[in-house]
């Protein structure tokens, strides 16, 4: 049984470094062909694909946000990191980290973490 | 980029059909996956690689793809298919979601 669930804090200040920790079970992040990615979602708002870490450590970014973006994996840990510069208040989000499998050149996502809300706010 | 435009609502008539699409730049060569998500809840995977139901998905949701549209089927609707749906693509090394559209059963 996948399960993912993320963690980290529920109130950043403007400019500041977001850090979110997605640890899993079921499944291994050593297995070929597995990825863990990062989508946040605004209130009332649509997904956004933030990254992708895959099983190689190969890592794949939003183009715009990029700069910004980093994701590490711990494979011994079970965890998956996102780490967000700068934080803003456009950045409040739920963040979900979901299970993806790469497969016929293509990525989607089949296992989600019940997300965590994150408010950027002085 | 490549975008995804999905209508922003639809609505349907309990226990009839509805048809929520995924319009993109000949997306028909692409696979297009579908998410369903409730309110307050984590998407979940209905549809995947344009029409393959993932195991606990109902047979009343089905999808198709050709051209420059991708097409989520919902047959029989019930109250419980009250939701937000979400298409997405692999572009380019990314992952690229539609704006979502919510579908209303009458």
Known sequence: QITLKESGPTLVKPTQTLTLTCTFSGFSLSTSGVGVGWIRQPPGKALEWLALIYWDDDKRYSPSLKSRLTITKDTSKNQVVLTMTNMDPVDTATYYCAHSLYTYGDHYFDYWGQGTLVTVSS | ?106
């Open chain 2, 1 to 106: 980029s490549y975008e995804l435009t999905q209508p922003l609502s639809v609505s349907v008539a309990l226990g009839q059909t509805a048809r929520i699409t995924c319009g993109g730049n000949n997306i028909g060569s692409k696979n297009v996956h579908w998410y369903q998500q409730k309110p307050g809840q984590a998407p979940v995977l209905v549809i995947y690689r344009d029409s393959n139901r993932p195991s606990g998905i109902p047979e009343r949701f089905s999808g198709s793809n050709s051209g420059n549209t991708a097409t989520l089927t919902i047959s029989r609707a019930q109250a419980g298919d009250e939701a937000d749906y979400y298409c997405q693509v692999w572009d380019s090394s990314t992952a690229v979601f539609g704006g979502g559209t919510k579908l209303t059963v009458l």
